[in-house]
């Protein structure tokens, strides 16, 4: 064991104010802890994701990360739930009054062992047919679903996929899942939002992954359905946005873009109206995630202001042949790029891509 060698961190007295603060010794961050008469120091640097333990909060003999609410013993750096994971924890002395610490770590920091999260893998596109996925975001009773004008035309688009063009293809309803509201760790800092998103690691239970599964793995194109709600699309649809942070951020804090050669498209439906300033928001959010568009990339339907009589939306929206054909369009146009963009990257044979042909438009 090596002789330590002895850092002044301050006055006993004055460090003995503070439950937990942080410190900087050289290029060494440390979470100097007291309470019941006992100083602790461990590093402060979270295995986690890197969180500044010291500005985190004490819950009895824990310290909780301010980043994800990871505990880590004070005095031992052990982490509460992880096996053996730990912080490094290092050696005090006080002597003449003062504080002092000793860099070498009495334990070092050992981070978790578990199997990495399923969404960590590589990116890469499965050969196969072009894949579409439709994702209806309205909002409804579960026990007594109503018909949603939006969700059937996203069923007409789906059809035509598969039944045209010979994609295959996903339906997801939002409203089927259970889902965690976004708890902004952006907010805290651009690093704490992370890939994964934080609570689909955290919680098996959240059912948003197979959105992710689905949009960042599986789809060659998106086709997103939502009603109109006081001008703006539905609440689910920012639910579900809100989550995505997590997907653009990537380019943000790792330059890192998760979404390649993928194609969305929309389909808005509502009462009244506002429909440019809903695709408009839709467009800007998707683009940014690294969605490509087609021409002409939403289709959408609404009676305008003064339609109140909604039986008679629904009536109209059942029967009518030009938004079917419109939803059809909006596919094909989808699918036509999405395979564009596909033959461009990868300019080899129909055997090599799984069989996967130029679809019929
Ligand atoms: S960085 Fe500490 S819990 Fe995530």
């Not at 333990?53 to 609410?69: A, F």
């Not at 959105?211 to 997103?224: H, P, S």
Request: hydrophobic share 40%.
């Amino acid at each position: 064991m090596s002789t330590p060698q002895w850092h002044r961190l301050g006055v006993v007295a004055e460090l003995k104010k503070q439950s937990l603060q942080a410190l900087q010794v050289g290029a060494v961050p440390i979470a100097l802890s007291y309470g019941d008469g006992r100083f602790g120091a461990i590093l402060g640097t979270c295995i986690h994701e890197g969180g500044p333990l010291g500005e985190g909060t004490l819950e009895h003999d824990c310290i909780v990360c301010p980043w994800h609410g990871q505990m880590f013993n004070r005095l031992t750096g052990a982490a509460a739930e992880e096996g053996s994971a730990a912080v490094a924890r290092f050696q005090l002395k006080e002597e003449g009054g003062d504080l002092f610490i000793d860099l070498e770590p009495v334990t070092p920091s050992q981070p978790a062992v578990k199997p990495a999260h399923p969404l960590t893998r590589a990116i890469e596109r499965a050969p196969g047919p072009l894949r579409v996925v439709g994702l209806s975001t309205t909002a409804m009773n579960r026990q007594h679903p109503r018909f949603s004008t939006s969700e059937h035309l996203l069923d007409v688009a789906l059809a035509h996929a598969r039944e045209a063009c010979g994609a295959e293809t996903r339906l997801i309803k939002l409203n089927d899942l259970s889902f965690r509201h976004c708890e902004g760790y952006y907010s805290k800092g651009a690093d704490t939002c992370t890939w994964p998103c934080t609570i689909t690691q955290q919680d098996p239970a959240d059912e948003l992954l197979a959105v992710y599964e689905a949009l960042v793995f599986w789809g060659d194109v998106i086709l997103v359905g939502t009603p109109i709600r006081w001008g703006a699309p539905g609440s689910l649809y920012f639910k579900m946005i809100e989550r995505m942070n997590c997907i653009q951020n990537q380019i943000t804090i790792a330059n890192r873009v998760l979404i390649r050669n993928k194609v969305a498209g929309f389909i808005i439906t509502g009462g009244q109206d506002n429909i440019q300033a809903v695709a408009g928001m839709m467009l800007t959010f998707f683009g940014e995630l690294g969605f490509q568009f087609p021409q002409f990339p939403f289709i959408a339907h609404s009676r305008g202001w003064t339609a109140e009589d909604m039986e008679e939306n629904v009536k109209q929206v059942r029967v009518s042949a030009e938004l079917r054909e419109g939803a059809c369009a909006l596919t094909a146009r989808c699918l036509a790029m999405a395979d564009g963009l596909l033959r461009a990257e990868q300019p080899v044979t129909s055997t090599e891509r799984g069989g996967r042909k130029a679809h019929p438009i």
